[in-house]
C-alpha cells in the first residue's frame, strides 16, 4: 500500500478557482444578442439580412457553448467541495474509530 495525503485547502482552493472561472466566464457571455442583431440591421439593410441570419445563429450558437462551459466550471467546483468533505469526512471518521479502539470501546 502506498502513502497518500491529501491537501484539503489546496482541493477547496481548486474549487474556488473553478467557481470564480464559471461566474467569469457567465458574465463574459451574457449579451444582448438581440441587441447586437438590431444593431447591425440598419447597416447592412435588406442586403444584409443573409448575413444577419447567419450571424444570429452563429452568435446564439456561441451563447450556448459559452453556457454549457460556465456550467462545467461550476460542476468542477462542486466536485472539488465534495471531495473536500469527503476526505474530511472519511479522515473524521477513521481518527474516531481509532480513538475509540484505542480505549477498547469499538463502535459500529
Same mark, same amino acid.
Given at each position: 500500500?502506498?502513502?497518500?495525503?491529501?491537501?484539503?485547502?489546496?482541493?477547496?482552493?481548486?474549487?474556488?478557482?473553478?467557481?470564480?472561472? *464559471?461566474?467569469? %466566464?457567465?458574465?463574459?457571455?451574457?449579451?444582448?444578442?438581440?441587441?447586437? %442583431? *438590431?444593431?447591425?440591421?440598419?447597416?447592412?439593410?435588406?442586403?444584409?439580412?443573409?448575413?444577419?441570419?447567419?450571424?444570429?445563429?452563429?452568435?446564439?450558437n456561441h451563447a450556448q457553448s459559452v453556457a454549457e462551459l460556465a456550467?462545467?466550471?461550476?460542476?468542477?467546483?462542486?466536485?472539488?467541495?465534495?471531495?473536500?468533505?469527503?476526505?474530511?469526512?472519511?479522515?473524521?471518521?477513521?481518527?474516531?474509530?481509532?480513538?475509540?479502539?484505542?480505549?477498547?470501546?469499538?463502535?459500529?
Amino acid at each position: 500500500m502506498t502513502d497518500l495525503t491529501v491537501h484539503l485547502a489546496g482541493i477547496q482552493q481548486f474549487g474556488d478557482s473553478a467557481a470564480k472561472a *464559471a461566474a467569469q %466566464v457567465a458574465t463574459a457571455g451574457a449579451y444582448d444578442l438581440a441587441a447586437n %442583431v *438590431a444593431a447591425l440591421t440598419p447597416a447592412l439593410g435588406l442586403i444584409g439580412a443573409d448575413f444577419l441570419a447567419a450571424f444570429a445563429q452563429a452568435q446564439t450558437n456561441h451563447a450556448q457553448s459559452v453556457a454549457e462551459l460556465a456550467t462545467h466550471f461550476s460542476s468542477t467546483a462542486v466536485a472539488a467541495y465534495e471531495t473536500a468533505a469527503n476526505y474530511q469526512g472519511t479522515d473524521d471518521a477513521t481518527t474516531a474509530a481509532l480513538n475509540s479502539a484505542a480505549q477498547g470501546t469499538v463502535t459500529a
